[in-house]
């Protein structure tokens, strides 16, 4: 109950093009969903993240979908462009987990992104 | 704002050495800081969470006497990694979570450790 499943594992998209990835939750007391970016050797930077009060959030060429009824959420990537070449985990938690949680991420298995010049 | 260093970036060390990381939030305080293990091309695992004054608490099947955590203050955290060995060998990163009512966790740019 506590996986997050993400899809796909490997992307190839063409410069100028949109990158999709999905991620499914099962545990509805989730409430908040991040998106984090990681380049080989380095650790993981937040993209862009969403609370389940709203269905779409966009900051500049990344958006995220969010579906409450369905567990589902998903990041578009607008414009992908080369520099975009990394792996993209989605990540899970509950904001107030209380006792020795502290708001422990679940992270989804990552999608290696490739933009083609 | 929101940087987390890590130190070593990357070290090397003998089997059954002890090999520390720090793991320092620069610019913010944290309440929460996570110690996270990722194996190539693999998610990221959390091992424990560690706060400020407390002892920390493990992740399922992580062994805490092997992986020591000390968080002293509000903006550092170390893993000491004891009697290491081959299968330790990982790459190792932190995240921090800045105090009051946020969510978001800022991680730093992590250590690899390999052991001979």
């Known amino acids: 109950q506590q996986q997050v499943k993400q899809s796909p594992q490997s992307l190839i998209v063409q410069k100028g093009g949109i990158s999709i990835i999905n991620c499914a939750y099962e545990n509805t007391a989730f409430d908040y969903f991040p998106w984090y970016q990681q380049f080989p050797g380095k650790g993981p930077a937040l993209l862009i993240a969403i609370r389940p009060d709203v269905s779409e959030k966009k900051e500049g060429r990344f958006t995220i979908s969010f579906n409450k009824s369905a567990k589902q959420f998903s990041l578009h990537i607008m414009d992908s462009q080369p520099g975009d070449s990394a792996t993209y985990f989605c990540a899970a938690s509950m904001i107030w987990a209380g006792g020795t949680s502290y708001g422990k991420l679940t992270f989804g298995q990552g999608t290696i992104l490739t933009v083609h010049p | ?116």
């Open chain 2, 1 to 116: 704002g929101a940087v987390v260093s890590q130190h070593p970036s990357w070290v090397i060390c003998k089997s059954g050495t002890s090999v520390k990381i720090e793991c320092r939030s620069l610019d913010f305080q944290a309440t929460t800081m996570f110690w996270y293990r990722q194996f190539p091309k693999q998610s990221l695992m959390l091992m424990a969470t560690s706060n400020e004054g407390s002892k920390a608490t493990y992740e399922q099947g992580v062994e805490k006497d092997k992986f020591l955590i000390n968080h002293a203050s509000l903006t550092l955290s170390t893993l000491t990694v004891t009697s290491a060995h081959p299968e330790d060998s990982s790459f190792y990163i932190c995240s921090a979570r800045p105090q009051g009512p946020y969510n978001e966790q800022f991680f730093g740019p992590g250590t690899r450790l390999t052991v001979l």
